[in-house]
RNA sequence: GGCGCCGUAGCCAAGUGGUAAGGCAGAAGUUUGCAAAACUUCCAUUCCCCGGUUCGAAUCCGGGCGGCGCCU
C-alpha cells in the first residue's frame, strides 16, 4: 500500500525547547535510510552552535544533516534562497531513495519551501544596492512620505504598512521597487513555484508551563557547557552585532557579558524572556498547520 | 522610643487639587526574499487603609498600617 510518506515528506516543527532534534534522532536511529534537512535559520550559520541548540559533531556525523553550517556569520540568507536550496536538497535524497525529513522551527522558511515563494531573479549585490538605497531614502524622508508615496505605485503594499507599521517592510517594498522597478504587492500576485511534495506536519507541542521550565533550564545548559566561551571566541574571531548570524537568541547578550555592559546573572534573564517571546511567536504561527499533533 | 523620607498594575516609574504618562513583563495577533527579525493591538473605574477639607483628592489635613534611613 502506497501511504502519504510516499508523496508527503515529514515535517517535525514546533517551538524552540520542544524536543525536534531528539524527535528527529530517535526517527532516525530506527531507520536508517533517513536524512535531516534543517528548518532553523540559525543553524545555517557556522560558529553558533551552543546557543542555537545545534546538534553535536558526533550527532551531525551520525545522521546525516543538511543545511547546517552552509554560511559564514557575515552571509546574508533569505528565505527565497532556502525555499531554492531545501527543494534541491529533498530532490536529491529523494533520488538516492533515502528519507528526508525537514526539521526545524522558522517556519518562514517551512512555508517558502513548500507554499513556495515569488521568484526573484536579483544577484545578493542587487539586493543589497536597493536595501541600502530604500534605507536612505527612509532615513531622509521619513517613515510617513515614503509610506505615502507608496499608495500610488504599491497600494497592495500601501495598505499592508498602513496596517503593520512594520518599518521593516517599508524598506522591503522600497528595496523591490528599486531594483526591479515593479511594486512588490505585482509581484507577490504572481503565482509561487509549486513543489512537487506534499508537506506532512508533526507541530511538536508542549503545555506552556512545562515549555517554560524547558526554556529555563536549556538556557542554563547552554551557558553550562560553554556558550560564554563560545561567545568570546565568535567575537574574537571578528564576529560583529551587525551580522545576520547574530539575531540568534543570546549572543548579542552574551557579547554585553563580555564588553562588561551587563552582569551574566541579568543576561541569562533576558535570554530566557526573549527564548520564551520567540517561542511564542512560534506557537502562534505553527497554529495554521494544526492542532499540534505531535 | 524620636525625627525624616516613602507607599501608584506582576516589576520599574511619571504625575503634587481638574478626573491615572511611559517602560518592562504578560496576553492575543501580523508575517510571501534580513524571520531566533520586525511590527500591531490589548493590559489600573483607580493610586496602602480609614476619616476629613473641597464642586472636585493619587495629589491637601488627621489617624492607622507597612517599608527605608538617621538619631537615641
Same mark, same amino acid.
Given at each position: 500500500?502506497?501511504?502519504?510518506?510516499?508523496?508527503?515528506?515529514?515535517?517535525?516543527?514546533?517551538?524552540?525547547?520542544?524536543?525536534?532534534?531528539?524527535?528527529?534522532?530517535?526517527?532516525?536511529?530506527?531507520?536508517?535510510?533517513?536524512?535531516?534537512?534543517?528548518?532553523?535559520?540559525?543553524l545555517l550559520?557556522?560558529?553558533?552552535?551552543?546557543?542555537?541548540?545545534?546538534?553535536?559533531?558526533?550527532? &551531525?556525523?551520525?545522521?546525516?544533516?543538511?543545511?547546517?553550517?552552509?554560511?559564514?556569520?557575515?552571509?546574508?540568507?533569505s528565505?527565497?534562497?532556502?525555499?531554492?536550496?531545501?527543494?534541491?536538497t &529533498?530532490?536529491?535524497?529523494?533520488?538516492?531513495?533515502?528519507?528526508?525529513?525537514v526539521?526545524g522551527?522558522?517556519?518562514?522558511?517551512?512555508?517558502?519551501?513548500?507554499?513556495?515563494?515569488?521568484?526573484?531573479?536579483?544577484?545578493?549585490?542587487?539586493?543589497?544596492?536597493?536595501?541600502?538605497?530604500?534605507?536612505?531614502?527612509?532615513?531622509?524622508?521619513?517613515?510617513?512620505?515614503?509610506?505615502?508615496?507608496?499608495?500610488?505605485?504599491?497600494?497592495?503594499?500601501?495598505?499592508?504598512?498602513q496596517?503593520?507599521?512594520?518599518?521593516?517592510?517599508?524598506?522591503?517594498? !522600497?528595496?523591490?521597487?528599486?531594483?526591479?522597478?515593479?511594486?512588490?504587492?505585482?509581484?507577490?500576485?504572481?503565482?509561487?513555484?509549486?513543489?512537487?511534495?506534499?508537506?506532512?506536519?508533526?507541530? &511538536?507541542?508542549?503545555?506552556?508551563?512545562?515549555? !517554560?521550565k524547558?526554556?529555563?533550564?536549556?538556557?542554563?545548559?547552554?551557558?553550562?557547557?560553554? !556558550?560564554?566561551?563560545?561567545?568570546?571566541?565568535?567575537?574574537?574571531?571578528?564576529?560583529?552585532?551587525?551580522?545576520?548570524?547574530? %539575531?540568534?537568541?543570546?549572543?548579542?547578550? &552574551?557579547?554585553?557579558?563580555i564588553?562588561?555592559?551587563?552582569?551574566?546573572?541579568?543576561? %541569562?534573564?533576558?535570554?530566557?524572556?526573549?527564548?520564551?517571546?520567540?517561542?511564542?511567536?512560534?506557537?502562534? !504561527?505553527m497554529?495554521?498547520?494544526?492542532?499540534?499533533k505531535?
Amino acid at each position: 500500500m502506497k501511504s502519504i510518506s510516499d508523496t508527503a515528506i515529514l515535517v517535525i516543527t514546533g517551538p524552540t525547547a520542544s524536543g525536534k532534534t531528539e524527535r528527529a534522532l530517535s526517527m532516525a536511529r530506527n531507520d536508517s535510510t533517513i536524512e535531516i534537512v534543517n528548518a532553523d535559520a540559525s543553524l545555517l550559520y557556522r560558529g553558533f552552535d551552543i546557543g542555537t541548540a545545534k546538534p553535536s559533531k558526533e550527532v &551531525l556525523a551520525e545522521v546525516p544533516h543538511h543545511l547546517v553550517d552552509i554560511l559564514d556569520p557575515n552571509e546574508q540568507f533569505s528565505a527565497g534562497e532556502y525555499s531554492l536550496r531545501a527543494r534541491n536538497t &529533498l530532490r536529491e535524497i529523494l533520488a538516492r531513495n533515502k528519507t528526508p525529513i525537514v526539521v526545524g522551527g522558522t517556519a518562514f522558511y517551512i512555508d517558502a519551501l513548500f507554499r513556495g515563494i515569488a521568484s526573484i531573479t536579483l544577484t545578493k549585490e542587487e539586493m543589497e544596492r536597493s536595501r541600502r538605497q530604500a534605507q536612505e531614502a527612509i532615513q531622509q524622508e521619513g517613515f510617513d512620505v515614503m509610506h505615502e508615496r507608496l499608495k500610488a505605485i504599491d497600494p497592495e503594499l500601501y495598505l499592508q504598512i498602513q496596517r503593520e507599521r512594520n518599518p521593516i517592510r517599508l524598506e522591503r517594498a !522600497w528595496a523591490h521597487y528599486y531594483a526591479t522597478g515593479e511594486p512588490l504587492g505585482e509581484t507577490r500576485k504572481q503565482l509561487p513555484d509549486s513543489f512537487e511534495y506534499q508537506p506532512d506536519y508533526r507541530v &511538536l507541542s508542549v503545555p506552556r508551563p512545562e515549555l !517554560w521550565k524547558r526554556i529555563e533550564s536549556r538556557v542554563d545548559a547552554m551557558l553550562a557547557s560553554g !556558550w560564554l566561551k563560545e561567545a568570546r571566541s565568535l567575537s574574537q574571531r571578528g564576529v560583529t552585532r551587525k551580522m545576520p548570524a547574530m %539575531r540568534a537568541i543570546g549572543y548579542s547578550e &552574551l557579547f554585553d557579558v563580555i564588553e562588561g555592559k551587563q552582569s551574566l546573572d541579568k543576561a %541569562r534573564e533576558l535570554i530566557t524572556i526573549r527564548t520564551r517571546q520567540y517561542a511564542k511567536r512560534q506557537v502562534t !504561527w505553527m497554529k495554521r498547520y494544526g492542532d499540534g499533533k505531535a
